[in-house]
C-alpha cells in the first residue's frame, strides 16, 4: 500500500536520504528555537539580535546557492555532501560545548549561524541535484514531493519538541542533538551506489546565474514560482523571527510556547 502511495521509498537509496533527512531537518528545526531563544535570554531581550542572527542566516542562503549548483554540476555530489554534512555536524558540536560550558556568546552565535547557513547553502542544491540519480523518472515528481514533506513536517513538530526540551535540558543539548541528528544524512550518502557523477560541462559562476536568468525568462510559470518563493520568503516568513518577543515579553509563555508557536507557523 505505502509502495503504491509513495513509489520513490520503495528505491533503498533515495529512502534511506528520505528518512535521514527527516531526522537532520528534525534537529535542524531543534537547533533554529535553541539559538533564537539562547541569544534572546542571552543579550537581556535585546530584539536587535534576532535581526542580526536572520540576516547571519540570509546573506549565504541569498548569495550562495548558484555556487552551490555550480559546484553539484562540477564534482561529485555524493562527496560534497560528505563534506557539508560533516562540517555542519561539526558547527554544532562545537556550539553545543560552548553552551554546556558556558563559554557561549552572541557573537559566537551568529559566527556559527553564518558558517552554517553557508555550510546550508552549498549543501541543498547539491541534495536536490542528487535525488534524479536514486530514482527512475517516473518516480522523480513523487520524490521530490517527499522531499518537500521532510522539511514541512520537521517544521510541523521539530519546533514543538525543542521548545519542550529547551525547558527541560537546555539549549546545549538541542544543539548536541542536532550534530548527532546529521549523522542519519552521512549514513545514507554512504550507502549510495558509486554512479553520481557530474554529468554537465563545467561553467563559471557567470555562465550558471545567466543560465538560470534564461531559463526562467525562457519558462513563464518557472519565472513565477521563482518570483513567488523570493517574496513569500523575504515578506511572508520574518515575522518567525520575532517570535521569541511574543513568546517572552509580550504573552509571558516561555520556551516551551516559543516552540509551539513556530510548529504552527510550520503546519
Do not use: C
Not at 533503498?12 to 539559538?35: D, E, H, K
Not at 541543498?124 to 541535484?129: C, G
Request: proline share 5%.
Amino acid at each position: 500500500m505505502l509502495s503504491r502511495q509513495y513509489p520513490a521509498l520503495q528505491h533503498r537509496p533515495y529512502r534511506l536520504l528520505w528518512s535521514g533527512l527527516l531526522v537532520s531537518n528534525m534537529g535542524t528545526w531543534m537547533q533554529n528555537v535553541a539559538q533564537s531563544w539562547l541569544i534572546y535570554k542571552m543579550t537581556n531581550n535585546d530584539a536587535r539580535y534576532l535581526g542580526w542572527l536572520g540576516l547571519a542566516f540570509a546573506i549565504p542562503m541569498i548569495a550562495l546557492p548558484a555556487v552551490g549548483g555550480m559546484l553539484a554540476d562540477r564534482y561529485p555530489r555524493a562527496s560534497i555532501l560528505r563534506i557539508t554534512q560533516w562540517s555542519m555536524a561539526l558547527v554544532a558540536l562545537i556550539q553545543a560545548i560552548l553552551t554546556l560550558s558556558n563559554l557561549n556568546t552572541p557573537t559566537y552565535i551568529l559566527i556559527a549561524t553564518f558558517v552554517g547557513a553557508t555550510l546550508l547553502a552549498l549543501d541543498n542544491p547539491t541534495r536536490q541535484a542528487l535525488i534524479p540519480t536514486l530514482v527512475p523518472r517516473h518516480d522523480l515528481m513523487n520524490a521530490l514531493a517527499l522531499n518537500a514533506a521532510t522539511y514541512n513536517g520537521a517544521a510541523l513538530l521539530g519546533p514543538a519538541i525543542a521548545g519542550f526540551l529547551l525547558s527541560v535540558v537546555g539549549a546545549g543539548w538541542l544543539f548536541a542533538a542536532n550534530a548527532i541528528s546529521y549523522l542519519a544524512v552521512i549514513y545514507a550518502v554512504s550507502q549510495m551506489p558509486a554512479v553520481d557523477e557530474a554529468s554537465r560541462t563545467p561553467s563559471t559562476l557567470g555562465d550558471a546565474l545567466l543560465g538560470g536568468v534564461r531559463y526562467a525568462r525562457g519558462h513563464v510559470l518557472t519565472g513565477i514560482l521563482l518570483l513567488t518563493s523570493a517574496v513569500l520568503s523575504l515578506f511572508g516568513r520574518s515575522y518567525q523571527q520575532v517570535l521569541p518577543i511574543y513568546a517572552d515579553d509580550i504573552w509571558h509563555i516561555s520556551a516551551q510556547g516559543y516552540g509551539i508557536m513556530l510548529s504552527a507557523a510550520g503546519a
